[in-house]
């Protein structure tokens, strides 16, 4: 039976969200086609993660060397290389990340196979992947089919796909050997560069404190920072905030900025664009704080407070350090 493969990724011994994303995905997609679903796990020493991986499908392929222990696009390229052409799956998908980013361009080059990157959804319809992609910054959601091929590469954008839990599987895990000879030298790892001390990654953040244009000036900031360390979260922002240098591009929510689920959105004096909107709606909870009760982030709000953000952040802030208080 054909497969589809879903490349497992992970960082420093953990799988990341987006691996769970892409099988959620998959497992949808095999509903409705003739294929198997097969994780591929790439690494070494990672036994444990393919059984994490195998509570989830009934088949994962891992190839184990110590030449795969770091990402190395040109050392995964020659594995995959080699099992696609072998296995030939109808459809990898990769997450689009910097580390798909780097890799599903030269895999589908060296494999001369189709593929669609920066993906929202994909459906097989007729047996052949349709892709669901953003253009004009997010304004227009477009359908669109690849040339005929036996096998197909897409890339999924993180945090678009809500990842399902399931019942655990037990599937099979399959050993390969590792068709790499030598060390890559064209490309290799050297290290890992955390973020500087006093940065966080939005993407990581299990609660955002995010704040727009309703802001007014850099000198009223300090609110919601404080609203943000209360509860424990990040500030974030939409893009006219990062347009004056109030705070850095990397904690842009939105179509040119980041895709963000955190357990809790609190939009504050954002008026919601559809760019801001589309970084964000798959957020566990999403509250919007604007005095405007016509702007759009309320369509995307599961609360909304319809008031002056100076009136209610600052109450909000003081009761939330009173209960965290009385619950010592």
């Known amino acids: 039976m054909t497969e589809l493969f879903v490349l497992a990724e992970h960082r420093r011994g953990e799988l990341r969200d987006v691996t769970f994303e892409m099988l959620t995905k998959g497992r949808e997609l095999i509903a409705r086609a003739d294929v198997d679903l097969t994780a591929v796990l790439l690494g070494h020493n990672v036994k444990e993660l393919a059984i994490r991986l195998a509570d989830q499908v009934k088949k994962v392929l891992v190839v184990d060397d110590a030449r795969l ?73 477009i359908k669109a089919s690849l040339r005929t091929s036996e096998s197909y590469i897409v890339t999924l954008r993180p945090a678009t796909i809500e990842a399902k839990e399931v019942k655990p599987i037990g599937g099979e895990i399959i050993e390969v050997a590792s068709p790499l000879k030598e060390e890559p030298t064209t490309k290799r790892f050297i290290e890992y560069f955390e973020p500087p001390a006093g940065e966080v990654d939005i993407t990581a953040a299990d609660v955002l404190v995010s704040v727009g244009r309703g802001i007014k000036d850099a000198d009223s900031m300090p609110i919601v920072e404080k609203l943000a360390e209360a509860l424990g979260g990040a500030v974030a922002c939409s893009r006219p905030i990062v347009d004056k240098g109030w705070l850095s591009a990397d904690r842009q929510v939105g179509t040119s900025g980041k895709t963000v689920k955190p357990k809790l959105y609190l939009a504050v004096g954002i008026s919601g664009a559809f760019q801001h909107v589309s970084g964000m709606k798959n957020s566990e909870l999403v509250i919007a704080i604007n005095r405007d009760a016509k702007a759009p982030i309320f369509r995307a709000a599961d609360f909304g407070v319809v008031e002056d953000l100076f009136k209610v952040v600052p109450i909000l802030t003081d009761r939330v350090l009173q209960e965290k208080k009385s619950s010592k």
């Open 69 to 141: 222990k770091d990402f190395n696009e040109v050392a995964y390229q020659k594995v995959l290389t080699h099992l696609i052409s072998e296995r030939k799956p109808v459809l990898i998908l990769i997450g689009h990340t910097s580390f798909g980013i780097d890799l599903a361009p030269s895999l589908a080059t060296k494999l001369n196979v189709p593929l669609a990157t920066d993906c929202i959804d994909i459906n097989f319809e007729e047996k052949k992947p349709i892709v669901v992609r953003q253009v004009y910054g997010g304004k227009v959601n």
